[in-house]
């Protein structure tokens, strides 16, 4: 299988995104829990509160599955894992990893969550720190 290092997604976003080599990229790696599963590196570049470009790149691929360019006034921040643990309020120790599916808490991959697990409970923070149960969509009645 192959692996994209960081460096390759960086320079691969780069490129599609139209990019200058010496705009700042931060580069995330992101569990996707929907088929097709496996993971993909989210890429921002610019400062976190001025965004110029944001990209996912799959890294069994190497495809550049989803990016948009920024006006350069736009934040794309992410919190970090404490602020997502702090968030979920969940006791004892916890583990935090970014994670995404299309689901009600985030409908694009240039938007994960971070999956907060203690060996009893899981729950989910969405970036703008809203705490979601689950990934699944409510079921309907009828």
Do not use: C
Not at 43 to 52: D, I, K, Q, S, T
Not at 74 to 88: F, G, K, Q, V, Y
Not at 116 to 140: A, C, K, N
């Amino acid at each position: 299988m192959p692996h994209l290092s960081k460096r390759e997604a960086i320079d691969l976003a780069r490129r599609r995104l139209g990019l200058k080599p010496g705009i700042r990229a931060s580069a995330f790696p992101v569990l996707r829990t929907d088929p097709p599963n496996g993971v993909y590196y989210l890429l921002v570049f610019g400062e976190p509160e001025a965004a110029v470009g944001v990209a996912a790149i799959d890294v069994a691929t190497s495809d550049v599955t989803t990016w948009a360019t920024l006006p350069g006034t736009a934040p794309h921040t992410l919190i970090d894992a404490e602020t997502a643990r702090r968030r979920a309020g969940l006791r004892g120790k916890s583990r935090a990893q970014l994670v995404w599916r299309s689901s009600p808490g985030s409908r694009s991959p240039l938007y994960p969550l971070w999956q907060i697990s203690t060996d009893e409970e899981t729950v989910y923070v969405d970036q703008q720190g809203r705490v979601w149960p689950s990934l699944e969509s409510p079921r309907r009645g009828g």
